[in-house]
């Protein structure tokens, strides 16, 4: 049987990441006013899931991440307040937001949350996911940069999660290195130990060009969630572009309940023209994919190079080598003074 | 030279650590380490190193601090009993330096206020975190120079480095550094991120510290004052390195640190653990010598 006859009839949700990790595309500035445009068009498309926050999540406003125009609780009002059927998630990452901003979250109308870790490091979220359950929001456990962890010791993380009250497991492709047949391994040890109530979700970049054949090979092994942006506004090259996924989908025959030619009208007449840079393979989202290098690295990594004269292809593969994760972004400027310094282009202010 | 006896509560990372630093001290002696599993690792090390253990918890040191002339306490257990451990031995005259972030007492930051303290007579003061000792020193170095609004600091550690009771509890840490950032860096709004890194072979601890000044940063009197600070911590943690910067942007400065562990328990990576035990025995000795010197004196039971 072909994998398009296996997948007929099959139900997925896809989750909107727009309006978080498309964040990091607009360097942290959208407005409210743009936040509202794309929220309203994304529920009257049928999109069931919309994740709304700073980039980095709760907690997300800082130097190390920029401040955006308006704090979370702001975006997550003036957008929770205008959904017909979408319900709003936001990101929380332990070590950097806390369950007091959670609660905030909510407060605001918040009924979602991916409590993020390090594909190695779920024994950070217990308190969080636990909280969340406590509020009664959909959990789900985001595993990061899950090309850094074999299938097995993923699904023991997964697992971890599950037992602090996660009722999805997400394997996160955040640096787009993945292939198929990873995300499939990966799917399939974690569908071979959680419980069978509980989800699989997959959340791709677009660096290798791989979100959509990722997230379909996710679905052929038991994935249930798949998040996914409007044109792949998202970091690196973008996350898996929503529109394609929901045609792809649909010729597929598996079932999402969105409106395609709703997302193709965003996507070209909502999302694109509100790009600063075109979010696409060039060849420094390509060295993210293919180094395994965090894909919100990108910018920052581009400004370092601006800055002290080392070309960011030359950052980002050495950070790859050092194996820095995600939010790390302090480190991009460190390694590019390192650098700049080891090939005399800065002088060492201690000295 | 007489010296001052201690109690190590705790027989984790950091409580196995301390030993190691406080027999070396030429003001303490390390005589008593509490636990609460017979079976702990720690607990057998300090025994082989000459240690009397209890796995009785605080309870199982209780009738022996008299007698043994306990002085001086390290609480590393967690913010959840720090309190009762803290009332039990203050009510016997022992103070108390608190490694947890229970922080009930002042927070202690070796080269910025730990004289204070000492002149004071606290009898329990608070070792914030690892990376509140890291990193506080520089945001002090640019504050004392001129008027900062906002203090950040984001610390990657080792994931071998932490432990469970940690990572379990992530919030306590960072509301405890984000506020120490205020009240001992002296940045009007603090900000702590932290980062488990599980590289292998482990990453050494690095911290990044940005601060925002009010006007114009003066760069060459801040570069001085951070270098100066860099100094007074590398006495007690050889390790304490610049790697980068001070980094002048508009009115943001940016300094990039590494912390090696002197290598005693956990290996050199550990720097966050080192930087933690080396500022608990630090302020130990401070207080140590002024009770040596007959400067200051414990409030006794009595007296209390």
Known sequence: MSAE?????????????SLRDGMHAKREQMSIEQMV?????????GVPLIQVTHGAGMGGNSLQHGFAPHSNEEYISAVASKMKQAKISVLLIPGLGTMKELKSAYDCGARSVHVATHCT?????????????????DTTGFLMMAHLNTPEGLAQQGKLMESYGAQTVYITDSAGYMLPADVKARVAALRAVLKPETEIGFHGHHNMGMGIANSIAAIEEGAS???????????????????????????????????????????????????????????????????????????????????????????????????????????????????????GLLKDAAA | MKKIRCALIGSGNIGTDLIYKIQRSPFLEPVWMVGIDPESEGLARARDMGLKTTAAGVDGLLPHVLEDNIQIAFDATSAYVHAENSRKLNELGVMMIDLTPAAIGPLCV??????????????????????????????????????????????????????????????????????????????????????????????????????????????????????????????????????????????????????????????????????????????????AQEIIAGTIQLKSPEVA
């Open chain 1, 5 to 17: 006859q296996s997948l007929k009839g099959r139900k997925i949700i896809i989750h909107d990441m």
């Open chain 1, 37 to 45: 445009t794309i929220a309203t068009a994304l529920d009257d498309a």
């Open chain 1, 121 to 137: 490091e779920a024994d950070t979220s217990p308190q969080h996911i636990a909280f969340a359950r406590k509020l009664g929001m």
């Open chain 1, 225 to 343: 969630r798949i998040d996914a942006s409007v044109a792949g506004l998202g970091a690196g090259a973008g996350n898996t572009p929503l529109e394609v996924f929901a045609a792809v989908c649909e010729r597929m025959g598996i079932v999402t309940g969105c409106d395609l030619f709703k997302l193709m009208d965003m996507a070209e007449d909502i999302i694109v023209p509100m790009m600063d840079h075109m979010v696409r393979v060039d060849r420094s989202s390509l060295t993210l994919g293919f180094a395994g290098v965090y894909s919100t690295f990108l910018l920052h990594a581009k400004r370092a190079a601006e800055r002290f004269g080392v070309p960011a292809r030359d950052i980002l593969v050495e950070l790859g080598r050092k194996k820095m994760i995600g939010g790390q972004e302090d480190m991009i400027v460190d390694t590019a003074m390192t650098m700049a310094k080891e090939r």
């Open chain 2, 110 to 287: 070796p080269p910025v206020n730990l004289k204070a303290h000492a002149e004071k007579v606290e009898m329990n003061v608070n070792m914030i975190s690892c990376a509140g000792q890291a990193t506080i020193p520089i945001v002090f170095a640019v504050s004392r120079i001129q008027a900062v609004g906002y203090g950040e600091i984001v610390a990657s550690l080792a994931s071998k480095s932490i432990g469970p009771g940690t990572r379990a509890n992530l919030d306590e840490f960072t509301y405890t550094t984000s506020n120490a950032i205020e009240i001992v860096g002296g940045a009007r709004k603090g900000k702590a991120l932290a980062i488990i890194n599980p590289a292998e072979p482990p990453m050494m601890m690095r911290n990044t510290i940005s601060c925002l000044t009010d006007d114009e940063p003066d760069q060459a009197k801040i570069t001085e004052s951070v270098l100066e600070m860099i100094k007074e911590v590398q006495k007690y943690v050889p390790g304490y390195r610049l790697v980068n910067g001070p980094l002048f942007d508009g009115k943001r400065v940016t300094v990039f640190m590494e912390v090696a562990g002197l290598g005693d328990y956990l290996p050199k990576y550990a720097g966050n653990l080192d930087i933690m035990t080396a500022a608990a025995t630090r302020t130990a000795e401070m207080f």
